[in-house]
């Protein structure tokens, strides 16, 4: 079993990261305008890049951290990773501290370039 | 049936692969992640395993009394063990397969892991199997006994 450390940091502040992250019209245009739905109810569930990435939120604390229940369409039934991501503020930057561990270890370099690809890079475009 | 669980290093490769234009990239502690699988043989049927699983008063009765209080809904929050351990239903497929985020009350803030049950009928009874993934590596034993000592036997002890 696998799991992913990065930590990103934004020109921007913990609220804005947050948002983002959490506000389906932030996310769909922050990913190219892909189909998007995030509950804000801890509980709720979430489907992003058109139903490729769905899931649970397990916890919600707003501006400071996120943490998903999180699985890629194609996965096999029933397999979930978590996702976890923790806001710092450092001035007026946010550092965004990810943590992914239990998905499918053979995902490792695919899933290691696609949060660089797909969350990281669309999302400085995005707070620019 | 024993327990086992796997660990693997995670790859370094990807740490500070992330120098997004000017942004800093972290160098996070490697550790290494584990999973816990077990599958136990249960002589009852799978709606009754199901159902032990997620009906708070069996729950509360197999696990020695200690309060169960666990929702029916994908999204639900639960809280067994008198509250030692919460977590929410993330997906529920009948008698086939409960998916939960798992959270030991004392583990630092933020973390969860998922505990998934498949059950797969054999014969009249059934085979449980569980796979718990994302927990802090260093409880990967304790965890693993724990297992075996607060679900399997008194569950097997309950149904039998």
Redesign the interface.
Known sequence: MSSIHQEIVFEASPKRVYEALTVAQQFSAMSGGAPTEISAEAGGSFSCFGGMVVGRNIELAPNQRIVQAWRAKPWENGVYSIARFELKQEGSQTRLVFDHTGFPSAQQEHLEGGWKANYWEPLRKHLA | MSGKY???R??A???G??A??G????M??I?P???IHQEEDFKAAPGRIYEALLDSKQFTAFSGGRAADIGHE????FSIFAGHIV??I??L?ANR?I?Q?WRVVPWP??????A?F?LMAVGSGTRVILDH??FPAELAEHLASGWQDNYWKPLRKYLD
């Open positions: 796997t660990t693997t995670r790859s490769f990807a740490l692969a992330l997004l234009g942004s800093q990239a972290g996070g502690a550790l992640s584990r999973a994908p999204g639900a929050a977590g929410r993330l997906e497929a397969r998916v985020s803030e933020g973390v969860h892991s998922i998934r498949e993934t994302g």
